[in-house]
């Protein structure tokens, strides 16, 4: 009796698993719906996935999964049972975690790019009667002293950038270098929010230097309020040689259960449809060099030329030594 | 059968702390603890300091805002004055600021010497935890009947010894349950430290963060995370048995006094220090460069549209009001019933547990273990509130508990004899009683879900964005106009949380 009830039991899996493989080999099953995961402040403008849906009949959720940081830290737990289809935005300081991890359904592919570089307050320097500063060596000078805010770069992602600049320039000497800028009286704040809106001058604080984006300053004149004269120039300019390169990178999840579909939404997000959103949007650089550049970054957005850059594999590997470094010089 | 009420009545709210806590960090505890040393966890740099920090700044935070906190409980207990749901509601808001526009309200008020320092740090979480004081503490002193205090002071008792004799000792149980409480808060205190301290401070909930986030180790971050747990449910279990001794003389409604002259400056420096902060976030919403400005509520209300800009306010405070009504309707109900049957000290210690979890480990707990089919609960909608819930559980029973302990137990014995059921004693004695703890409840529920508090930050939003993501998103863009159209919508998230507690006050907390 236990013994048949047994043999039923097994020629029932036997028959399901046939069934489940059948249903799997023919054809793979077809969604009507795909999930893009991507950090907080992935803000494309609404209907940016209209024409996607259009072209494939297929709807695009986008969810939302804390900052860049956070993203990679739950998908690489999630690693094989994800909680996407796609993934959008992690960039060359997290690319190689991620992809160590196994995240990733083939080579993630580079979708934008920015660089992030000390910004000044162009009234403010004139106030002052200084020249603003180009290199890295320049911040070092004394009549810069007490002018810099930069951000914690354990706490903050374009913290980290200027700091991967520095030693993507000094190479090993790099603590030398962060030793002469703390003696210059350099502030360090925990965001980019409080450096930017609260110690940089343009926002009422009383430092005219700041680490931000070469892209701000496209940002300012977009968003100034009142508006800006026409041919006006922008209020906050670039120090063109200070500049750390960010790259980001979308891919298809492994464990998704719908490659083929994923892949054509990743065409769409490197596409020239999409592609042209991103400059106003989220203020990055498209990958697609069919795109022509909105009049805004061509005018107020300095094209820098050489930015600094380091392999990914060398930032996962290191990452945690220089940061403990960096907290021993900066914060202690 | 009353103890087999008794059960039932605390079952939802440990199941609701086991589902989104317990099971979860059992669970990542076995993943990834087992493979680590634990003290070499312990032993590397900046982790011992910053649980030393955490310590002593989350004692002396509580210690500051028990001391402060207790002049306005006094007075807002005693006391009728016009604007006074106004006040209560105005210490209350703090609670749902996102970070971000307390950092920007309480730099604008701070005098720059200030900027990230300690004080700067225990002066805001004075700011943001004195309603828990008032709240919690305030009902007991409005039960306390006027004319003990008057034969007090006939007898010849000065001001200071009714204080000392008689008031403190009737607080001194809902002033411990606050001050517990408080100290969950400052301990693992997240936000403000990383706003308003320096960045070389850092408690352990940061530390616990850097790990997972920043380096990519798990297992360390987790050590860390349940020590953290286990820690603070220890302080708990050992708070819980100390309470003081129920206090079973309940005074007739108060009648209600004029303000005298030492409680109208009371009354006057806390409208002063709640209303500046929020006075500042106000004025940066409308003033941009050296020039008045509308754009930013233009902006915010869609009546002006900029290119770059799209936020789409109505969808993101829907979510927000549901998350918030969803998250109150389970904590509430679960909790009075808990606090209402249950007089257990463990559970006490049990529902503390979301709240003192780190808000990271809790998210990765949470997304490694409702991972599979039937249990894939990543996307479930319900996942959110019911982590809201879990984490403003404590604060609604110990609201209910500061009260449920002077209902006069001879009622309740009365009605037994009359053949009452225990739910029916519940219903007609204790329930309108309770009303003052029901609106507390109510209004931390609201709270700290529209204020996105500690672990869900972490979760994965599969619907449209809450209010306090985008006001983060508006304050990660340069310009004029992000900053004050996030300014504006920090104001309106405050206004809104404002509203629902002054409505929710005006019905019960009277």
Redesign the interface.
Known sequence: MKHSLAHKTSRLVIALTFVGLTACGSDSPKTQEL?L?AY??F????GAFDAFTAQTGIKV?I?????A??M???A???AG?P??DVMWGVDNTFIS?ATDSEVFDGEPVAVDYGDVCVNYDIAALAERGIDAPQTLDDLLSSQYASMLVIE?A??SSPGLAFLLATIAAFGDDWPNYWRKLIDNDVL???????A???SFTR?GGDRPLVV??AT?PP??V?????PMAQDAPAPTGVATETCFRQTEYAGILRGTNYPAESQLLIDYLISKDFQTLLP??L?VYPINADVELPESFIKYAPQISQPFTLASKDIATY??VW??QW??I??? | MSKLWTRLASAPALVVVAVSTAIPLLAISIQHIASVDIFAVWQRPGVAEALFFSLWQGMLSTVLTLAFGLFPTWVLARYQFAGRSILVALVTVPFVLPTIAVGAAFLAVLPTSLHRTTWAILLAHIFFNISVVVRTVGPLWRSVDQGLIESAQTLGASPAQVYRHLLLPIARPAIISAGSLIFVMCFTSYGIIRILGGPGLATLDIEIYRRAVQLGDISGATVLGITQTFCIACAFAWWSRSQGAQFSKIGDRNSARALNRSSRIIVFLTAAAFTAPLGALIFSSLHTRDSWSLTGWKVLFGLQDIRGLDIDLPSSLATSLVYALAATAIAVPVGMAATAFARRHWIHTAVVLPLSTSPVVLGLAILITYDRAPFDFRSSRLLIPLVHAAIALPFVMRATIAIGNVIPSDLRHAAATLGASPWRRWLNIDLPLLRPALATGVAFSLAMSLGEFGATSFLTRRDSSTLPISIANLFSRAGDIPRSTGMAAATLLIFITGLLVVSVDRRSYS
């Open positions: 999930t995961l907080e402040s803000t494309p403008p609404a959720t969810a939302l999964s804390g900052d940081g956070e990679v830290a739950k690489s737990l999630t049972n909680e996407g975690r914690n354990t706490t360090i704040v925990n965001s980019w929010s409080d930017y809106y609260t926002y931000s984006y701000s940002a300012e977009i968003f100034a309020d009142p106003e949007s203020f990452r945690e940061l403990e907290s021993d900066a914060l202690r």
